[in-house]
């Protein structure tokens, strides 16, 4: 198909006109014929065959069956009770038909003693088989009986109401291919559909659409699914290697006094093997003359942090500065601390700037920067502030990336000349391999998959809220040992007042239950110097229980606490329970967490709960929130571009996406321009593409 005609907008078939296309446009998101053709169902129904009525009852979906009308006849008094009942049999069996609503249409329509076609999902009324609302169509010798896979299209409520309902759709799809039955170019090579028995684009798309069988159907569905992330991962692979082609770093050939010092005699613990070989990478990065863009996942607790002050040191010994950026003031003063104490031995000074930071203190700081004497920067969003200027910065650490926006990174490269500073980015939200491959594609990922040796697992039990007595009593025992505590309650996207109601009504029964026991409120409609203060209190042992919502979820490390009760933990996903309950188990001490929820759990909800307690591993956990939620719900993925897929899921497609992943490397290994002649088509699409995208592709 031309792209001329592909590029005609949708207003122009027949039935569809301005109004339409307006729909269409808001929302389904489609514009043009291209769009319409790329707008794939997301399931079929199965017209290839009859089932007798003596099996309707085992069938959980839509069937096909026929049958013979007994008697068909309007039942009810009034209006808004009436129903339209027919009762059908054939040589097996007999069902009932049920239509709800204004049925004035059916009168005559369906004859006692005639064969009728019908389709519909079956389900069981008092014992019986019953219909409702099914399709019909009166039966003869000519009528088709195997119509093939039926597609059904992705609509919304508004459009269906618009006329853009599944069946509509499916009729416009159809008018496009049959008005221009041009050939769609090829985007892939051809060589690469013959090793991997991949179809034709064109014919791909034709049969995803008209599905002569099932095979026909499966095998054009992975052969779109394998297109899309492959192209997705080409994207990122190339805008990875032509970054790392045009940008160039800082290259710190050096591992000097600094490092050295504080790896033989300064670092207070060994370092985990996974540590060691994270280090190893980011060396390699820091050495080889482009800028280093690594993102650093681990855990809760693993040890990321002393990674960071081993590329600082690197940074130090080759003459450079250093800045983490986090994203909480309480955040920020723990790094600062933390780093400060690893590196009191060695005589080597830590900065901290906040909003809180004293002017004075400011002035000192500001001058330390510009001369070159203060090496290491910690702060949160004040380090990006213009005033703020660095002699040679190097080395940029940032802590939980989803938490700053492109913008203000880029303000933070601007601080660097002539080259911009090398990249860390730290998060301990685990990340399933398959979204950090899209989400994260284009950059280098290290991964610290174990956990500081002597360090005790926390210990997850899952019980209902009549447990919630025991739990408390449990609560006062750990605060009589001298321990700290969390109490959670969920605060979900647009129930804020109903949510700040059970936290307040949670205060209150613990008050009740525990006067004597120091507790205090940290909620999201605080203001930033109110959560400071009660954060601080609660750090320094003043607060014993801390009545919280998930704004603790990444947060500060408080060793004394050994306990989180988590109210209503059938309300969050899988890896927000996992971060919550990282904000324990971070002392030698043994620490629980507690999971409460209602006496009516979705089975999705048991599974969650279960795993909860079955394991500790965040990326296990991450895997498996992955395929219970869909990537568009895992935080911080919710805005990526990469992730809106039209036919492949992350979460049933990881191995196409691994496969393609693996693809796409091995393709531009071999030809990195993409100038062959069997790639000239790949690069087209790939070209088109990327004109219409705003590239920030050169800041992390």
Same mark, same amino acid.
Do not use: C
């Given at each position: 198909?031309?792209?001329?005609?592909?590029?005609?907008?949708?207003?122009?078939?027949?039935?569809?006109?301005?109004?339409?296309?307006?729909?269409?446009?808001?929302?389904?998101?489609?514009?043009?014929?291209?769009?319409?053709?790329?707008?794939?169902?997301?399931?079929?129904? !199965?017209?290839?065959?009859?089932?007798p009525l003596s099996e309707l009852a085992q069938k959980t979906h839509n069937v096909q069956f026929l049958g013979v009308v007994l008697s068909a006849e309007t039942l009810g008094t009034t209006k808004s009770r009436q129903r339209f009942v027919a009762h059908i049999q054939d040589k097996s069996g007999s069902a009932a038909l049920i239509w709800f609503g204004k049925t004035d249409w059916l009168v005559g329509r369906l004859?006692?003693?005639?064969?009728?076609?019908?389709?519909?999902?079956?389900?069981?009324?008092?014992?019986?088989?019953?219909?409702?609302?099914?399709?019909?169509?009166?039966? *003869?010798?000519?009528?088709?009986?195997?119509?093939?896979?039926?597609?059904?299209?992705? *609509?919304?409520?508004? *459009?269906?109401? *618009?006329?853009?309902?599944?069946?509509?759709?499916?009729?416009?799809?159809?008018?496009?291919?049959?008005?221009?039955?041009?050939?769609?170019?090829?985007?892939?090579?051809?060589?690469?559909?013959?090793?991997? !028995?991949?179809?034709?684009?064109?014919?791909?798309?034709?049969?995803?659409?008209?599905p002569p069988d099932e095979p026909s159907m499966q095998k054009a569905r992975l052969r779109l699914k394998f297109e899309e992330l492959f192209m997705a991962q080409m994207r990122l692979l190339r805008k990875r290697d032509?970054?790392?082609?045009?940008?160039?770093?800082?290259?710190?050939?050096?591992?000097?006094?600094?490092?050295?010092?504080?790896?033989?005699?300064?670092?207070?613990?060994?370092?985990?093997?996974?540590?060691?070989?994270?280090?190893k990478e980011i060396r390699y990065d820091l050495g080889s003359g482009s800028q280093m863009n690594r993102l650093l996942q681990g855990d809760v607790g693993s040890g990321k942090t002393v990674v960071a002050v081993f590329s600082m040191l690197l940074a130090l010994d080759n003459g450079f500065q250093s800045v983490l950026l986090a994203p909480t003031e309480i955040?920020?003063?723990?790094?600062?601390?933390?780093?400060?104490?690893?590196?009191?031995?060695?005589?080597?000074?830590?900065?901290l700037l906040t909003g809180s930071t004293k002017t004075a203190a400011r002035k000192v700081l500001h001058q330390?920067?510009? !001369?070159?004497?203060?090496?290491?920067?910690?702060?949160?969003?004040?380090?990006?502030?213009?005033?703020?200027q660095f002699k040679q910065l190097g080395l940029a650490v940032i802590d939980e990336q989803h938490r700053f926006g492109v913008a203000q990174r880029a303000r933070l490269w601007n601080k660097s000349t002539p080259l911009?500073?090398?990249?860390?980015?730290?998060?301990?939200?685990?990340?399933?391999?398959?979204?950090?491959?899209?989400?994260?594609? !284009?950059?280098?990922?290290?991964?610290?998959?174990?956990?500081?040796?002597?360090?005790?697992?926390?210990?997850?039990?899952?019980?209902?809220?009549?447990?919630?007595?025991?739990?408390?009593?449990?609560?006062?025992?750990?605060?009589?040992?001298?321990?700290?505590?969390?109490?959670?309650?969920?605060?979900i996207e647009g129930s804020e007042s109903l949510d700040f109601r059970d936290l307040?009504?949670?205060?209150?029964?613990?008050?009740?239950?525990?006067?004597?026991?120091?507790?205090?409120?940290?909620?999201?409609?605080?203001?930033?110097?109110?959560?400071?203060?009660?954060?601080?209190?609660?750090?320094?042992g003043e607060v014993k229980v801390l009545v919280a919502t998930t704004v603790i979820e990444v947060g500060v490390n408080v060793p004394n606490a050994t306990l989180m009760v988590i109210e209503s933990a059938e309300r969050f996903g899988l890896s927000q329970l996992h971060q919550l309950r990282g904000r324990v188990g971070r002392g030698a001490d043994q620490s629980w967490c507690i999971l409460l929820t209602g006496p009516k759990l979705s089975e999705e909800g048991k599974a969650r709960m279960r795993i909860m307690c079955e394991t500790n591993d965040g990326f296990k956990i991450a895997e498996k929130d992955l395929e219970l939620r869909g990537p568009g719900e895992i935080e911080g993925t919710r805005q990526s571009g990469d992730l809106k897929f039209k036919i492949a899921d992350l979460a049933e497609d990881r191995l196409i996406m691994h496969h393609a992943r693996a693809e796409a490397e091995a393709l531009l290994g071999q030809d990195p321009e993409l100038s062959l002649e069997k790639h000239q088509g790949l690069k087209r699409y790939l070209q088109v593409r990327e004109e219409s995208r705003n590239d920030w592709s050169m800041i992390s």
């Open positions: 198909m031309g792209s001329s005609v592909l590029d005609t907008s949708v207003a122009f078939l027949k039935g569809a006109g301005p109004r339409k296309a307006v729909v269409f446009k808001e929302e389904l998101g489609i514009a043009t014929y291209a769009d319409l053709v790329t707008h794939f169902p997301f399931r079929y129904e !199965d017209r290839t065959k009859l089932t004859v006692p003693g005639k064969v009728y076609l019908f389709f519909g999902k079956p389900t069981l009324f008092q014992g019986m088989v019953q219909v409702s609302h099914p399709e019909f169509e009166l039966f *003869s010798d000519g009528t088709p009986v195997n119509r093939g896979l039926e597609p059904v299209y992705p *609509s919304t409520e508004k *459009s269906r109401k *618009s006329g853009l309902g599944p069946m509509q759709i499916g009729k416009f799809v159809r008018q496009v291919w049959e008005q221009f039955p041009v050939k769609i170019a090829e985007n892939l090579p051809h060589d690469l559909l013959q090793r991997l !028995d991949l179809p034709d684009r064109n014919t791909a798309l034709r049969q995803v659409h008209f032509l970054r790392k082609a045009q940008q160039k770093g800082f290259p710190f050939e050096k591992v000097g006094g600094a490092f050295l010092d504080f790896y033989k005699h300064h670092l207070p613990f060994s370092l985990t093997g996974a540590q060691e070989q994270v280090i955040l920020a003063q723990q790094h600062a601390q933390s780093i400060q104490e690893l590196l009191n031995p060695m005589g080597l000074k830590v900065g330390a920067l510009r !001369d070159g004497s203060l090496p290491i920067l910690v702060g949160t969003h004040a380090v990006l502030e213009d005033v703020v911009p500073p090398h990249v860390l980015v730290m998060t301990a939200t685990p990340i399933p391999r398959t979204l950090a491959m899209t989400r994260y594609g !284009d950059l280098d990922v290290s991964i610290i998959n174990e956990l500081p040796p002597g360090r005790k697992p926390v210990r997850t039990v899952h019980r209902h809220e009549a447990y919630r007595l025991e739990a408390y009593n449990f609560l006062k025992g750990q605060i009589q040992e001298g321990r700290q505590a969390y109490l959670v309650y969920p605060l307040l009504e949670g205060f209150e029964r613990l008050k009740k239950a525990m006067p004597e026991v120091p507790a205090d409120l940290l909620h999201g409609q605080m203001k930033p110097a109110e959560k400071e203060d009660v954060m601080r209190r609660f750090v320094k």
